[in-house]
């Protein structure tokens, strides 16, 4: 008998750099279903293949106020497109929108960048109470912090 799988709404959510292009390499997984991106950079549209995209603020832990402005679009964002799953490569915006849509009831999942090959990012220590499914791409840090190992994007 064949398996009937749900179409979900799912918010894929990267900051710039080599965390969108790890984003965009997974987004196949979420093939069938209902992708709304969410990003920094306006520039990254062209990358969206006809899904929407959000832009929110750039905003690093030492930019309080940036943080302040990039928690309400992004809590505004989740309101408004109601995820079932969350998925995020990182770093502040993903960080934020698994703990808004895990409050909310939306599975939630963070694959940590490759570029960490020795412990978890600070976004991903963060995170982890909050993810259904906590990945890192190295197994040398899945055993160091009790991530899981599923293998690497590049």
């Not at 292009?21 to 979420?30: D, E």
């Not at 990358?47 to 959000?54: F, K, L």
């Not at 603020?57 to 106020?65: C, E, I, N, S, V």
Request: charged share 25%.
């Amino acid at each position: 008998m064949k398996r009937v799988w749900k179409r979900r709404r799912v918010l894929a959510v990267a900051s710039g750099g080599g965390h969108w292009v790890q984003l965009l390499r997974v987004l196949k997984a979420f093939d069938g279903h209902d992708v709304v991106l969410v990003t920094v950079n306006q520039a990254y549209r062209e990358d969206a293949d006809g899904r929407r995209v959000h832009i929110v603020r750039d905003a690093t832990r030492w930019d309080k106020l940036g943080l302040v402005v990039l928690a309400l679009q992004t809590l505004a964002i989740v309101l408004r497109e109601r995820p079932d799953v969350v998925f995020s490569t990182g770093a502040a915006p993903g960080c934020l929108a698994v703990i808004f849509s895990r409050l909310l009831g939306a599975r939630t999942i963070w694959l940590d960048s490759i570029a960490n090959v020795e412990r978890m990012s600070a976004s991903g220590r963060l995170v982890r109470r909050w993810c259904h499914l906590w990945l890192t791409q190295w197994e040398n840090v899945a055993d160091a912090d009790g991530a899981e190992y599923a293998g690497k994007v590049f």
